[in-house]
């Protein structure tokens, strides 16, 4: 996909290698076509099980009652494809560099766009949404060149915007997702815990398989130590004049405590949570997805 900014040559070589197995069944996973038991007509003879009231009667083996006087039903292996919902939070604090060369959005827009070329390319559908306290835009899923032609465009017209409802936009987003797949939620985060995961219950409801990447500059980790600072609120537009010095401990507390409360909602609820730094290469993600 040449003379995209976020999908460098550089980078389809390395992902050339790229692999993914399914660590969980979701109607497949990340390996190109995948197996479900779903019942039906379908690829490849799976078993027989009894027929109970109710079952196609179309399934119905008749050489087998012929033979046996029972009625059992084939059931068969479908191949399925993965759906790879992306979310990506584009509102305004994503919009912060911490002084270093790639704001938070860049590094998550390298990131949707590679894992879009590799979901495409395994022939596969993805789908994207940009966010802030609002859906911006929505590619429904799809697995052709042209609809990731269309996600890569979305991705470098992109720029920050208002503040974070991550909560909400999973909320209305629900209706969107017809069948279960992926959901991969790129953002800072900056949303009440409780909330976040109050609006994925239902994703985990319907099987989802969830991935909550967590990206964060360093000095958003834990402040740098410098002179008296203006700190602006990138979403509200609040300043703060003090002393990082001053702020350091608290701040620190205040953080471990944010990333503390998301991890342990993402166990207790069985979703993957990870926090990432910008200075990490964004290949580093994709160990989430591998086994």
């Not at 993914?20 to 497949?28: D, K, N, S, T, W």
Request: aromatic share 10%; hydrophobic share 35%; net charge neutral.
């Amino acid at each position: 996909m040449p003379g995209h900014r976020y999908l460098r040559p550089e980078d389809i070589r390395k992902l050339q290698t790229f692999e993914f197995a399914p660590r969980a069944l979701v109607e497949g996973y990340l390996s190109g076509k995948h197996r479900s038991r779903a019942r039906g007509a379908s690829i490849e003879f799976h078993d027989y099980r009894q027929y109970t009231p109710g079952d196609d009667l179309k399934l119905i083996d008749w050489r087998v009652f012929g033979r046996t006087d029972r009625h059992v039903l084939r059931t068969f292996e479908q191949e399925t494809n993965l759906e790879c919902h992306i979310f990506l939070d584009s509102s305004a604090s994503m919009g912060f560099d911490g002084g270093s060369e790639i704001s938070k959005l860049e590094y998550s827009s390298f990131f949707a766009a590679a894992l879009s070329y590799l979901v495409v390319r395994n022939g596969d559908r993805v789908s994207l949404q940009l966010f802030d306290d609002k859906i911006r835009e929505y590619f429904p899923p799809g697995s052709t060149g042209s609809h990731l032609n269309q996600i890569l465009s979305a991705l470098e017209r992109n720029t920050p915007g208002n503040e974070t409802s991550l909560a909400e936009a999973l909320r209305k987003s629900q209706p969107l997702l017809k069948r279960r797949g992926i959901l991969a939620v790129v953002s800072d985060f900056f949303d009440d815990p409780a909330e976040i995961f109050s609006a994925l219950s239902p994703y985990i409801h319907r099987g989802f398989k969830i991935h909550l990447f967590h990206i964060l500059t360093p000095g958003e980790i834990e402040l740098e130590q410098r002179g008296l600072t203006t700190y602006l609120d990138l979403e509200t537009k609040g300043r703060l004049i003090a002393h990082p010095a001053n702020l350091k401990q608290r701040y620190k507390e205040a953080i471990d405590d944010h990333v503390g409360n998301l991890r342990q909602l993402a166990n207790r609820r069985g979703a993957d949570y990870s926090l990432h730094r910008t200075t990490s290469h964004f290949f580093k993600l994709f160990d989430r997805l591998v086994e």
